[in-house]
């Protein structure tokens, strides 16, 4: 009896030692979920404008006749002008490729059989590819077009409503990303201390992090850029860049 009477207290006096131990940890807990739920959403953005380095410029040249043999002739003589004026440029062999030929016969086409006899029958599109990294000098040659139009050469946009010219692109984006990456992170841990400062709290550690994407884009805006590691595909592009980069960061607040 008296052992019994022994175990039943010995239960009773563990039961109460779990319980209050259990209601500390539970209170542990809910401490540090509130604690968890106490941060601020901030972003932090870094931005740098570099220069490209490099040029690539497709030239498009198109011919158009009624002899299949004679067009054929004359596009080799313009392609050759184009070539020419490329190496008087100071451009290597290296720099310049021959890319897309594509033959047209409107005869043979489903569309346009009404007026035939006023248009000419084959249209033959060459496209000469300089990618050059001496992007100063694509850009001042660029601008020299018209010693080609003198030579009887005129290049076709690449879309045919688009102004032909090179485009400009940043490759080198991975030796600017971590220190961009750096300063967007402490500009975001600056709007959290502000935030923290004017609501009596303090600024804890990281609770999330998300990094968005890296943005290459013309400097002044005059045309679209390139996406992240990616060239663009504008005609109009400017040699002077701007990176971009915005994180998006959850701060723990502690009192």
């Known amino acids: 009896m008296v052992e019994e009477r022994r175990s039943a207290i010995l239960l009773a006096g563990g039961l109460c030692v779990g319980l209050i131990g259990g209601a500390i940890i539970l209170g542990g807990s809910i401490q540090q979920v509130r604690k968890s739920e106490r941060f601020v959403t901030v ?10 380095d490099l040029a690539v410029w497709p030239m498009k040249v198109r011919v158009a006749g009624n002899d299949l043999a004679e067009v054929g002739r ?6 050759a002008k184009v070539l020419q ?3 008087e440029k100071g451009f290597t062999a290296e720099e310049v490729s021959s890319q897309e030929l594509r033959v047209s016969d409107r005869q043979a086409s489903d569309y346009g059989q009404g007026n035939m006899k006023d248009m000419l029958r084959y249209v033959v599109v060459a496209t000469v590819l300089l990618r050059s990294k001496n992007v100063d000098r694509v850009q001042q040659v660029s601008q020299m077009t018209d010693e080609l139009v003198r030579a009887g050469v005129v290049l076709s946009s690449k879309n045919d409503w688009q102004a032909a010219g090179p485009r400009f692109m940043f490759t080198r984006l991975d030796t600017i990303k971590p220190a961009m990456l750096a300063e967007a992170t402490k500009s975001a841990r600056s709007a959290a201390a502000q935030f923290a400062t ?4 303090a600024v804890g ?4 992090a998300s990094q968005g994407l890296f943005s290459i884009t013309n400097r002044d805006q005059s045309a679209p850029g390139q996406g992240e590691g990616g060239g663009g595909s504008d005609d109009q592009s400017d040699p002077n860049k ?5 994180v998006t ?3 723990l607040l502690e009192r």
Not at 74 to 79: A, K
Not at 198 to 201: F, T
Not at 242 to 246: A, K, L, M, S, W
């Open 43 to 52: 972003k932090g953005a870094a931005e740098r404008d570099v220069r490209a």
């Open 74 to 79: 004359s596009l080799e003589s313009t392609r």
């Open 85 to 87: 004026f490329l190496s």
């Open 198 to 201: 004017d609501s009596g709290s």
């Open 205 to 208: 550690s990281i609770r999330r």
């Open 242 to 246: 701007r990176v971009r980069i915005v």
């Open 249 to 251: 960061i959850d701060y």
